[in-house]
């Protein structure tokens, strides 16, 4: 018997999104049912709405969900109903990467998070009785109520605000974790964070976390800067700045060990290698866009002679069923203060929230759905 829900549907950017009337299917055995109360809209969304990436629409997307299990499959044993839960991506649990606690890299990803279906192409929502593409990232909670694989689902502590944990799922665990996680930066070290939106400004505050020494912020927009200072960087500059790779080379005199490049800007690929030292490591977590003089290229020889590398990261490198708790927990300790990232929005109003996303207007919104005051 299928549950009535609310969903945001995404026909692509020549529509607005319009909330509508859905139906989640039965729970499979590996499945729990969440309430939604919050999910932050991240710039994966974006991408998925402009078509840059392979997911069928029309579409139901949201991916940085948090709510309360209301019902569970036989199999499930990570939440009971009652439970507070954040949603991350779903992984199959079986390749060689999920084996050993890797599942950003799960060699079956597509099928379990971009695909619409279920892995095995059954549909998990309906409208109007006829299948509806959803089970984005293993959620799709842009809508009142998901159907959530156990794999997605990480339960949290009852006393944490659930309505500031869902870009733990996405933004926060890929700034924090490609920080901690991939580049396992560490204390006294120096790193470079090329753009300071919900992604950069996460990182930022991991490097602090960590003790990094020289944490240089860069970026286009002063008011980001000036909270990226507040957050932990001890050096920031603008992205427009001349001579901006020799001035941040000279934080240190030597050049950074670490940058870590959130945008997908081929001039900042560029300088995200420009500014290391040698043995310096740049990690990308967005795929540079080709421009006028074609697809981007490295400086092989300036990695060759100088030993750098050039280092891919997505998801942080986490695992989202213990490093979600453990990033709750930097927060409960004041020492990882996203929600000052954070701003929000009610569920009707997804318009506006995804305006102010693409405008800059705002870092990180939240969309808080029908009901949560209750939850």
Known sequence: MTTP???????????????????????????????VVACGVCHTDMAVRDEQLPVPLPVVLGHEGAGIVEAVGSDVTVAKPGDRVVMSFNSCGECPSCAIDAPTYCYNFFPHNWSGTRADGSPVMFKDGEPMNANFFGQSSF????????????????????????????????????????????????IAV???????????????????KHIVAVDLSDERLEL???LGATHTFRGDQENLADAIRKVTGRGMQFSFNTTNAPPVHTLALEVLAMNGTAGFV?????????????????MLAGGRQLRGILGGDANPRTFLPQLADYWR???????????????????????????????????????SDDA
């Open 228 to 230: 990226a200072r507040e």
């Open 194 to 212: 090329m753009g300071t939106g919900g992604v950069g400004l996460s990182a930022v505050m991991a490097a602090k976390l960590v003790g990094a």
């Open 286 to 302: 967005a795929a540079p866009l080709p421009d006028a003089n074609g697809p981007w290229a490295p400086q092989m020889f300036a």
């Open 333 to 371: 300790q004041g020492r990882l203060p996203f929600d000052r990232m954070l701003k929000f929005y009610p569920f009707k109003e997804i318009e506006r929230a995804w305006a102010d996303a693409k405008s800059g207007a705002a870092i990180k919104p939240v969309l808080l759905m029908e009901n």
């Open 5 to 35: 829900a609310r969903a945001a549907i995404c026909r692509g950017n020549a529509e607005p999104f319009k909330i509508e009337d859905v139906e989640l299917d039965d729970l499979r055995p590996d499945e729990l049912r969440v309430r």
């Open 143 to 190: 809508a009142t109520h998901a159907i959530v694989p156990q794999r997605t689902a990480v339960k949290m502590d009852k006393d944490l605000p659930l309505e500031k944990l869902g870009p733990l799922g996405c933004g926060v665990v890929t700034g924090a974790g490609g920080v901690i996680e991939a580049l396992k930066v560490g204390f006294g070290d120096s």
